[in-house]
């Protein structure tokens, strides 16, 4: 399982790890604004959870 969080207008990868962390930490991380897009970030940014098969 992967854990990828990204911006929910431009879809830029915020996070990307196998590592879960709350979607806040990446909010605050990025002081609240997409590095790609410069929009304001959701506090609860667009999470997405990938399953990957081995
Ligand atoms: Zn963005």
């Known amino acids: 399982m992967v854990e990828k969080i990204v911006c929910e207008k ?3 990868v915020l996070y ?3 590592e879960l ?3 806040l930490q990446v909010y605050e991380k990025y002081n609240g604004v997409c ?3 410069k929009k304001k970030l959701n ?3 667009l999470k ?3 399953k990957i098969n081995k």
């Open 35 to 37: 590095p790609n897009c």
């Open 16 to 18: 990307e790890s196998k």
């Open 21 to 23: 962390i709350p979607p």
């Open 43 to 45: 506090r609860k940014p």
């Open 48 to 50: 997405i959870e990938i």
């Open 10 to 12: 431009c879809g830029y």
